[in-house]
């Protein structure tokens, strides 16, 4: 029912959130054979380590990022403020490398935030 009122939110956020486990897949798989392997090590130092960085990064963001959608039930405002903090953290932690998740996932925020629920009129007790 919440997810109908609220569809372009959990579009944007589902999108986001498929993203990211498509991304957090493929670096895992990328930097772990470049690790292992002596043929595919990736150019430098610094850089295997920011890509291991990247990678945390994705992950620890998809899991808060799962724990968050199921709070949404729970509170819309405050699941899109945990969504807006994610996204700018995301972004700024990993200097653009998520640019296009992190940027649905404040949108989605900042819609979670801004976008009213319909409420149903109540009646007074006592009226007709």
Do not use: C, D, Y
């Not at 690790?35 to 610094?46: D, E, K, N, R, Y």
């Not at 899109?80 to 490398?97: D, F, K, N, Y």
């Amino acid at each position: 029912m919440i997810i109908i009122k609220r569809l372009p939110e959990f579009l944007l956020l589902g999108v986001g959130l498929s993203l990211q486990l498509l991304i957090a897949t493929v670096l895992i798989v990328n930097l772990s054979v470049a690790t292992v392997s002596t043929q595919l090590p990736l150019p430098g130092v610094g850089t295997q380590a920011f890509a291991w960085f990247v990678f945390a990064v994705h992950l620890i963001g998809l899991i808060l990022l799962i724990i968050t959608t199921f709070h949404i039930k729970k509170s819309a405002r405050k699941a899109g403020l945990r969504l807006l903090i994610i996204g700018a953290i995301m972004l700024i932690a990993t200097l653009g490398a998520t640019l296009i998740q992190s940027v649905l996932f404040i949108i989605a925020g900042v819609l979670f935030i801004v976008r009213l629920q319909e409420r149903v009129p109540s009646t007074a007790a006592g009226s007709t």
